[in-house]
């Protein structure tokens, strides 16, 4: 796997001091931050591999494997998404649903991140259940938060995968109207969706906020019901192979790649990377700012400690997991088993053609010959170039 060119943890060591200072911050940023300036570095140990053929030597140090780091993710993704095949229902169309905020949230759901987040989950899951309870059906919903948009601006939003249809209360299988063969590809109007998932919302953002002894402010709540939500289904994954590429694509991306960033002046601070502009059909621009104010906006994605940004909700959860089973049998599909073994890194890397160990020169696998230990990393100032550089 090629080394992009810039990296976001170059961008911390070099001015990560000039945004701590310039910036005020929360322990687990300036922890993941620490993190990610160490990834892949001698403090973090590794181990040296040598080519019996050709006597090719590769120094490989260890990932941080911090969730927000752009360099440990890619591991994880294909780990999990190998654990998703065993979940997935044959013959199913399985729809991308999407639902959003107004920016006018944005200001509670930055002081109250994890209270606002986990209802954010909670009222895009009641929506759901109410629709298909209306049709008297269980559904499922696998859920992903993301917190940015292209532009790497704050935009938290809730990325759902839906299975187009539910059980009943005997545990038989119904298929949504249009959602079965070459139907129409429809789950429920978004017209509908939209104002339902405010309300619920909303309500929970009051309940949760009078628990703290606060209030939301009056003029907030104004323009919330003042404007529409923008609530959006795309259409439905067609396959299995589909399905896990939607799954993975969402599940472990982090706020920006490496492979975004197109130029970075170390000596200057000045960042520039690639975005994507929706309001202008999808057209790629280069958005330019200095190195404080890019780890600032990075910053911003980096979510409360321990707080799981991947939930399950009915049919999906592991708590159905024999019904699950039962519909997978109805529908001629295989059941997910009792015991899952959680497949290693190298077995996965097997599976996908990915050349992890393998000598880049005659193709044979290299072995191991020394490994290195981690070192006590110093604290995170000593890896930053102060403000006054």
């Not at 979940?87 to 930055?110: N, R, S, W």
Request: charged share 20%; hydrophobic share 35%; net charge positive.
């Amino acid at each position: 796997m090629s080394r992009t060119r810039y990296e976001v943890g170059q961008i911390i060591r070099d001015w990560g001091g000039e945004f701590f200072t310039s910036f005020q911050t929360v322990e687990q940023v300036r922890k993941s931050f620490g993190r990610m300036a160490l990834c892949r570095t001698r403090w973090l140990g590794g181990h040296v591999e040598v080519c019996p053929e050709c006597g090719e030597v590769h120094v490989s140090y260890n990932s941080c494997r911090d969730r927000h780091c752009p360099k440990c993710q890619n591991k994880e993704r294909a780990l999990w998404v190998e654990m998703r095949k065993d979940e997935v229902m044959p013959g199913v169309k399985y729809f991308h649903t999407v639902f959003t905020i107004p920016d006018c949230l944005h200001q509670i759901a930055m002081s109250h991140q994890a209270l606002f987040y986990d209802a954010m989950f909670r009222a895009a899951w009641l929506t759901l259940r109410t629709f298909f309870g209306n049709l008297g059906l269980q559904g499922g919903m696998t859920s992903i938060l993301h917190t940015w948009g292209s532009n790497l601006y704050y935009h938290p939003h809730i990325h759902c995968i839906v299975p187009g249809g539910g059980v009943d209360k005997d545990g038989l299988w119904h298929h949504l109207k249009g959602c079965r063969g070459a139907g129409r590809d429809f789950l429920f109007p978004v017209q509908a969706l939209s104002p339902v998932f405010r309300a619920k919302l909303m309500a929970m953002l009051t309940y949760r906020l009078k628990e703290l002894g606060e209030a939301m402010p009056q003029h907030v709540r104004r323009q919330c019901f003042e404007k529409p939500w923008v609530v959006y289904s795309r259409p439905p994954a067609k396959g299995v192979g589909q399905v896990l590429e939607y799954i993975g694509r969402y599940a472990y991306r982090v706020a920006i790649s490496n492979s975004r960033i197109i130029d970075y002046n170390a000596r200057e601070g000045k960042v520039a990377y690639d975005y994507k502009d929706y309001r202008h059909g999808g057209t790629h621009k280069t958005m330019s700012m200095s190195a404080a104010d890019f780890l600032h906006l990075f910053s911003l994605h980096v979510l409360p400690h321990a707080f799981v940004r991947i939930r399950h909700y009915g049919l999906l959860s592991p708590s159905c997991r024999d019904k699950l089973r039962k519909v997978q049998e109805q529908l001629g599909g295989t059941p997910v088993p009792k015991e899952r073994h959680r497949k290693t890194y190298e077995e996965v890397c097997q599976e996908q053609g990915w050349e992890i160990g393998i000598c880049p020169h005659c193709k044979c696998r290299m072995i191991v010959t020394q490994t290195i230990a981690p070192a006590r990393a110093p604290p995170l100032s000593a890896h930053v170039r102060t403000a006054s550089v």
